[in-house]
């Protein structure tokens, strides 16, 4: 079988890029796969199957969502809310007719309606200010002849929008961890959090819930790795909160090596977002790698996680003092930190074991190019021998092998 | 409790899934039940074909029979298990291994093109689907329990089942070792054919036929194995017996077999058992040095394990006692009894 496989790549520096890196090298030994180079509009002859991979980043997949609507073909869903991306390809295109129309495809009048108001700049961009009420899913998803997920949480998405083709759950692939030497940036215990510094990676709620830890454990110190987004005041927060200097250590961009050191430091991580857009966590694929205790948000993809690998938080009133006993948990008990990291190695083992992810992409592959003939040829024989033994269509008899046929999949 | 115990059928085959599933219902009305076999007529090939076959499965009511309910059933091997009922019971004998563990390799049945791949991938999903819908899931060994866990993640419970009722003796350790099989590719038998070319001194005796038959009668011929390779054909219980009872030893060694029940009758028999470190399930009760020998798959290993057995036959017999020990173990009471706890 022969995949044309369209995602970016390195050197490109996105999430997305790094896990085709990784991907790539498994699927070829399974299966043919011809990268397809970026900008191209359509897939190499002799191609059983055309693979997209695509996340909300206009400037990394603008491109290949342009050859999907082209040429259909399975999609791997990174995030189920591509507002933004749709904004890149319309509005930042000059289309505005465009976004209108896709705003409208999938929340109707009223979607053109504030997509007009977006438009006429008469209130702000959704795809910054409410981009999880306006997924626009089905720009992608109405291409699609089936849908690979890494969540359950995001197929029940895909589901509930009505795409009606196949949709398959497979985790996303662990990287090998890299000999480093761990880097401890302080002594006593780290709690580590990777990731752009914003509100929606609850920053805010976690440095009141550090600072309360730290309020009786001196000897705990935060680490925060990435850059900052334009307009948030970290600064302002450390210092109003006593966290300025002594009990915070601060890194922006650092290149991957440095990342897993730090990380590989570190006692416990925080990886925490509301709202999400239904995307998985390389952060957090990587902390469990690493056996940490992780403490997550309680949401999409993050609520999938095992209780015994992640302490879960819900965004709620009760937020910062859930994070607070949580935090204040794992610093104290480096029992339960060390049972947590067991559990978070052994998921990844059992889970996201690179070859294993690699077979699930086989398997959807293969269902995903050959599966229809397959489908219609079951689904004309039943129906022969149906019509043959005076079966009428249409009848109780016929709506109850369509029920059979649809239990174990042959349903077309 | 009234019981069907499920089981498709190749017509005019008779192998180990048959003996198991009447022995089956036989052992269940022994202790009180009432059983029946359900047996719906099973071809695989060609293409699509395998599944809508076993979509006939689907479609059966089994919930209840001439009025009265049937209050559970035993699912056994592919595709038996996919009907439906609420207290369905699969003991597995194996799933359909084509799709699985012998794709891309001689016995495979799926090619390369991209609707044979997505074939059987459906097969895998009628599995999953069918499998997963077992109230409880039994294997009849650790390597298919394994299998199953590693090819669709649904693990099961280990439950061996006694062989055959046979009038099992020993009475001698004579001078042929006694290969009990179906006669294809499979099953390996031409690689006991191949150690008697080497070891002239090795008698062999052949029991069972099978699609195989004619090419292994022309290698024995071509080998010059004549007056030393015996093609007995299907045998009866008694000639079975009578055959075990005799033999030196017992070959066995299919690649990468569920389970096999030749040796737990061989063991019942006192005989040891020869096998290969290939050949999975019978690796489970076989082990080398105390109730057989496990060589590698080549033609002179097993040659000199014959011959060594042939030289060493106080030891032959220890070994085969170890395995009646063993064999005995493995009782019908506590089979059933887990299987309907």
Request: charged fraction near 25%; proline fraction near 6%; glycine fraction near 8%.
């Amino acid at each position: 079988m022969r995949v044309a496989y369209f995602s970016p790549m390195p050197p490109e520096k996105t999430g997305i890029a790094d896990y085709s890196a990784l991907l790539v090298p498994a699927l070829r030994e399974r299966v043919g796969v011809d990268v397809v180079r970026r900008g191209r509009k359509k897939p190499p002859r002799g191609t059983d199957v055309a693979l997209y991979q695509v996340g909300n980043n206009p400037d990394a997949h603008a491109w290949i969502v342009d050859a999907l609507r082209r040429h259909p073909g399975v999609v791997v869903l990174h995030d189920f809310v591509v507002h933004h991306l749709v904004a890149g390809m319309t509005v930042g295109r000059r289309d505005g007719h465009g976004y209108l129309d896709a705003m409208e495809a999938e929340h109707g009048v009223v979607g053109r309606l504030l997509a007009h108001g977006v438009l006429d700049k008469r209130i702000p961009p959704l795809w910054e200010s409410r981009p999880e009420d306006f997924p626009l899913a089905s720009f992608v998803l109405d291409h699609a002849t089936g849908v690979i997920v890494h969540s359950r949480f995001v197929r029940d998405l895909v589901r509930g929008s009505g795409f009606p083709g196949p949709v398959w759950v497979v985790p996303h692939p662990a990287w090998p961890v890299p000999a480093i030497v761990p880097e401890r940036v302080a002594a006593g215990v780290v709690i580590g959090c990777f990731g752009i510094v914003n509100q929606s990676k609850r920053i805010p709620e976690l440095l009141q819930a550090a600072a309360t830890v730290r309020s009786s454990r001196s000897d705990v110190t935060l680490l925060l790795v990435g850059p900052t987004s334009p307009g948030f005041d970290l600064d302002r927060r450390l210092q109003r909160l006593g966290l300025a200097g002594e009990g915070t250590v601060r890194e922006g961009w650092i290149e991957e090596n440095r990342l897993w050191a730090l990380m590989s430091g570190c006692d416990v991580l925080v990886n925490l977002r509301h709202p999400t857009m239904g995307e998985t966590s390389g952060s957090v694929i990587r902390g469990l790698s690493l056996a940490k205790p992780v403490v997550v948000s309680d949401v999409g993809w993050f609520s999938e996680l095992p209780g015994d690998a992640a302490l879960k938080v819900s965004p709620d009133e009760d937020e910062v003092a859930t994070l607070t006993a949580a935090l204040e948990l794992l610093v104290t008990r480096d029992d339960v930190r060390t049972a947590m990291g067991s559990a978070a190695a052994e998921l990844v083992r059992r889970d996201h074991d690179l070859h294993r992810v690699a077979d699930l992409y086989v398997a959807a592959l293969e269902e995903a190019a050959g599966g229809r003939p397959v489908s219609d040829a079951v689904l004309r024989e039943v129906s022969e021998a149906a019509a043959g033994a005076g079966i009428a269509p249409g009848s109780a008899e016929a709506a109850e092998i369509a029920r059979r046929l649809a239990e174990v999949g042959l349903g077309g | 409790m009234r019981i069907a115990v499920l089981r498709p059928q190749v017509p005019f085959a008779r192998g180990g899934v048959e003996i198991f599933t009447d022995t089956l219902v036989e052992e269940l009305r022994a202790r009180g039940h009432e059983a029946a076999l359900v047996s719906v007529p099973f071809k695989w090939y060609p293409g699509e074909r395998v599944l809508t076959q076993a979509f006939l499965w689907r479609m059966l009511d089994l919930e209840e029979a001439d009025g009265e309910p049937i209050d559970l059933v035993v699912g056994t091997k592919f595709p038996s298990y996919l009907a439906r009922h609420p207290e369905k019971r699969v003991w597995l004998v194996h799933q359909f291994r084509q799709a699985y563990e012998l794709d891309g390799t001689e016995l495979g049945q799926f090619g390369g093109a991209p609707a044979e791949r997505a074939l059987r991938r459906k097969v895998q999903e009628l599995d999953r689907v069918a499998l997963g819908e077992a109230t409880r899931l039994f294997a009849i060994s650790t390597n298919v329990a394994a299998r199953l866990e590693a090819s669709i993640g649904l693990r099961a419970e280990v439950l061996p089942h006694p062989p055959q009722a046979l009038d099992f003796r020993c009475e001698s350790y004579g001078d042929f070792v006694l290969s009990v099989n179906r006669l294809d590719r499979a099953k390996r038998i031409e690689l006991l054919l191949e150690a008697a070319a080497l070891d002239s001194a090795l008698e062999v005796v052949i029991a069972g036929d099978g699609p195989d038959r004619e090419r292994l009668e022309r290698l024995a011929h071509d080998r010059g194995l004549d007056g030393r390779a015996r093609f007995a054909g299907r045998v009866s219980e008694d000639e079975l017996a009578d055959l075990y009872s005799r033999c030196l030893a017992v070959y066995y060694a299919p690649v990468d077999e569920d389970y096999g029940m030749v040796p737990l009758e061989a063991f019942l028999s006192e005989k040891p058992v020869l096998t290969t470190t290939d050949a999975g399930g019978p690796l489970e009760v076989v082990a080398d040095r105390r109730t057989g020998l496990v060589v590698s798959p080549d033609a002179s290993e097993l040659a000199r394990a014959a011959g060594w057995l042939r030289a060493h036959r106080d030891e032959a017999a220890s070994l085969g006692r170890a395995g009646k020990e063993l064999a005995s173990e493995v009782t019908w009471d506590r089979a059933i009894a887990r299987l309907l706890g």
